[in-house]
């Protein structure tokens, strides 16, 4: 069973930065891809960045030129930067990776979250 455990989270003023972690208890290149997404309160849960194994990104456009996501393949790591905290980006941040089986169907493996609050 793939485990993924986020880290990173934690209280940043606007105009502030995080960076969040997803570490992997298998080798990240065996996955498609490997995201972020985050739910607010209230809200329904979207996706943030995207990273697949070629290395394409995906971004939601509200946070496209403030949020970047890489991977450590020899940490089996995928992170996630965020610069230019807005208030609106307070949620829980969940990592997500995509395996593809054989016969083509995807199984999704999901963290447990990491709180990310922005507030003055």
């Known amino acids: 069973q793939v485990q993924l455990v986020e880290s990173g989270g934690g209280l940043v003023q606007p105009g502030g930065s995080l960076r969040l972690a997803c570490a992997a208890s298998q080798v990240i290149s065996s996955f498609y891809a490997m995201g972020w997404y985050r739910q607010a309160p209230g809200k329904e849960r979207e996706l943030v960045a995207t990273l697949t194994e070629t290395g394409l990104t995906r971004y939601v456009e509200s946070v496209k030129g403030r949020f970047t996501i890489s991977r450590d393949d020899a940490k089996n790591t995928v992170y996630l930067q965020m610069n230019g905290l807005k208030l609106e980006d307070t949620a829980v941040y969940s990592c997500?990776?995509?395996?593809?089986?054989?016969?083509?169907?995807?199984?999704?493996?999901w963290g447990q979250g990491t709180q990310v609050t922005v507030s003055s």
């Open positions: 997500n990776a995509r395996q593809i089986l054989v016969g083509g169907s995807d199984r999704f493996y």
